[in-house]
Nanobody, 117 residues
């Protein structure tokens, strides 16, 4: 069973930066793709960023140019570097990791990011 552990959330001022980490452990499983969702109160869950096994990345328009997703495959760890943070970025951020054989999606526990104006 794969477990995802998130860290790096916190409270920052607008314009500041945070780096979120998501480490997968607990089983010898090859992870295909990884990414991040976020959810703010009263809003639907939003896909923030994804990264494939080939390191191809995609970003939501709202964070493009400010956020950077990366992965260390040897450590089964992904990162979300968040720069130029805005109050609108305030949310609980959830990482995920997907496998193909067997097909499954694993979720992190969530980490709170709060950006003050």
């Amino acid at each position: 069973q794969v477990q995802l552990v998130e860290s790096g959330g916190g409270l920052v001022q607008a314009g500041g930066s945070l780096r979120l980490s998501c480490a997968a452990s607990g089983s010898i499983v090859r992870i295909n793709s990884m990414g991040w969702y976020r959810q703010a109160p009263g809003k639907q869950r939003e896909l923030v960023a994804t990264i494939s096994s080939g390191a191809n990345t995609n970003y939501a328009d709202s964070v493009k140019g400010r956020f950077t997703i990366s992965r260390d495959s040897a450590k089964n760890t992904q990162y979300l570097q968040m720069d130029s943070l805005k109050p609108e970025d305030t949310a609980v951020y959830y990482c995920y990791a997907r496998t193909i054989v067997p097909s499954y999606t694993y979720w992190g526990q969530g980490t709170q990011v709060t950006v003050s104006s």
